[in-house]
T-cell receptor, first 116, second 111 residues
Framework: EAGVAQSPRYKIIEKRQSVAFWCNPI?????LYWYQQILGQGPKLLIQ????????DSQLPKDRFSAERLKGVDSTLKIQPAKLEDSAVYLC??????????????FGQGTRLTVV | KQEVTQIPAALSVPEGENLVLNCSFT??????LQWFRQDPGKGLTSLLLIQSSQREQTSGRLNASLDKSSGRSTLYIAASQPGDSATYLCALRQGGSRLTFGEGTQLTVNP
């Protein structure tokens, strides 16, 4: 079974530039998460999708961050314009909701963003 | 709002030692708890998943327990090895499939 795919793995941009990250979840997984992980901290949820609908985006800085999940499969996360404090690893995860409850969440390798 | 705390933040032990990592949470209304391992510069690897109705799960040298009433989970690692060196994260699944993480415990196992 293929895992969660993310690209690119690394990205360096200047502040005020824009950047986009892509995620392809495990086939059949309806729930997709984007997390931001700053060095030395635990992952912080940015946005959660159920199929192509947003379930939770309460911690997404909507003035500069946006995300979409067209057709309920792939997802993109965009930052425009980037700030120095956006330097972090952006993690995508997916999980399956079965008839008996929530299953494991599986994570991609992440995209390491450096804003200079 | 769910608060998840992991203690200690960092731990250094000699090879072969048995060790316990702790995870505490403030809201016991959870569906499950998942322990992850994260190697430097990498994503998260799932180690164990405990459903809210379970008390523990085992995989090889790893054993995770869950006590919802006290808001605690522990990850026990037996006979630690240098390859176990990594950051260990616990995450709680709540209503709406929200997944909330602790800050992690950075483990170093010295040969």
């Amino acid at each position: 079974e293929a895992g969660v795919a993310q690209s690119p793995r690394y990205k360096i941009i200047e502040k005020r530039q824009s950047v986009a990250f892509w995620c392809n979840p495990i086939s059949g997984h309806a729930t997709l998460y984007w997390y931001q992980q700053i060095l030395g901290q635990g992952p912080k949820l940015l946005i959660q999708f159920q199929n192509n609908g947003v379930v939770d985006d309460s911690q997404l800085p909507k003035d500069r961050f946006s995300a979409e999940r067209l057709k309920g499969v792939d997802s993109t996360l965009k930052i425009q314009p980037a700030k120095l404090e956006d330097s972090a690893v952006y993690l995508c995860a997916s999980s399956l909701i079965s008839t008996w409850g929530y299953t494991e969440a599986f994570f991609g390798q992440g995209t390491r963003l450096t804003v200079v | 709002k769910q608060e998840v705390t992991q203690i200690p933040a960092a731990l250094s032990v000699p090879e072969g030692e048995n060790l316990v990592l702790n995870c505490s949470f403030t809201d016991s209304a959870i569906y499950n708890l998942q322990w992850f391992r994260q190697d430097p510069g990498k994503g998260l690897t799932s180690l164990l998943l405990i459903q809210s109705s379970q008390r523990e799960q085992t995989s090889g040298r790893l054993n995770a327990s869950l006590d919802k009433s006290s808001g605690r989970s522990t990850l026990y690692i037996a006979a630690s090895q240098p390859g176990d060196s990594a950051t260990y994260l616990c995450a709680l699944r709540q209503g709406g499939s929200r997944l909330t993480f602790g800050e992690g415990t950075q483990l170093t196992v010295n040969p």
